[in-house]
């Protein structure tokens, strides 16, 4: 009776019973499902932005297109691949019973990608120098630049964003960050309106509202872990072992960085490459709907 209820041993071989797989399946979908549409929330922002900004003519399009391109790359994929790095030590903390670390690491990943921050900023503030040299029309790469700059107060928010989701998915927690990304992105969509169009601040509005959004996920998700009894185990004051513990992080975060990027600059690189072709404003206008449409 037992062996179908949990499976059959045939030859050596454990046969998985339909009820099983079932049961397994619905365990998945009830953390993978509501992982999808925070994904699918948190990359709206920018698709959003980018829909702003594309009823301002084709020079602001185009430029905030190289610069989401850029920044993906130099930035936000970086941060992404390095956040990955705590899958790996939050999951063996979790399954070892030792909830305290959960924290201890999650602090560690949040102070060492904001130390990351600091390079990739400076780079972003002479954004417009490096794509001049590497042939981008100087009227795109001057709308790159000022985008880009904007946008550096959203790359600090996603260097707590990321490793906070790494910290609360790894404790299936999934239901409190799919409230509060659907929510940021329901607030994202008017404020970036406003930003754009009513206060006139064109491609700055929209990058200044990708930053205030990202934030505001922050502070969502803070509020959480503070005052939620689910995050009571994991929950810890800020400790001098974060810092003793970033090169552990490193160790398992760089291999992570490397698989993520390979993968999201291979088609970041095509929006920058059509900035070298003949007609600059239009291809980079076109190329970088379809990606952001079809990603």
Request: proline content about 4%; overall charge positive.
């Amino acid at each position: 009776m037992e062996a179908e209820e949990t499976g059959e041993q045939c030859r050596g071989k454990w046969v998985i019973t339909k009820g099983v797989f079932v049961e397994e399946l619905k365990k998945s979908s009830s953390i993978a499902a509501p992982m999808v549409a925070v994904s699918v929330a948190q990359y709206t922002l920018q698709v959003v932005s980018m829909i702003m900004v594309g009823h301002l003519g084709q020079l602001p399009l185009s430029g905030v297109a190289i610069a989401t391109a850029v920044t993906n790359v130099t930035g936000f994929s970086l941060l992404s691949g390095l956040s990955g790095g705590l899958e790996t030590l939050c999951g063996q903390a979790y399954g070892a019973q030792q909830y305290k670390k959960l924290g201890i690491y999650a602090q560690s990943a949040i102070l060492s990608l904001n130390l990351v921050c600091v390079p990739i900023s400076i780079f972003w503030l002479f954004m417009d120098r490096f794509l001049t040299l590497i042939g981008q029309d100087p009227q795109i790469s001057h709308e790159a630049q000022k985008y880009s700059v904007c946008l550096i107060p959203a790359l600090f928010g996603a260097a707590v964003l990321k490793p906070t989701v790494r910290f609360l998915q790894t404790q299936s927690l999934t239901q409190p960050m799919l409230f509060s990304s659907v929510s940021v992105l329901c607030f994202h969509v008017p404020l970036c309106w406003i930003l754009v169009y009513k206060f006139k601040l064109g491609i700055v509005g929209a990058a200044l509202g990708c930053g205030v959004s990202t934030w505001l996920n922050v502070l969502l998700l803070g509020l959480y872990v503070m005052l939620s009894s689910d995050c009571e185990k994991t929950r810890v004051q800020l400790s001098r072992d974060a810092v003793l513990r970033v090169r552990e992080f490193f160790r398992y975060a760089i291999p992570s960085a490397v698989m993520v990027c390979l993968k999201w600059w291979s088609c970041e690189l095509l929006t920058l490459l059509s900035g070298l072709l003949p007609n600059p404003k239009l291809e980079t206008s076109v190329l970088s709907i379809w990606y952001r449409m079809n990603h």
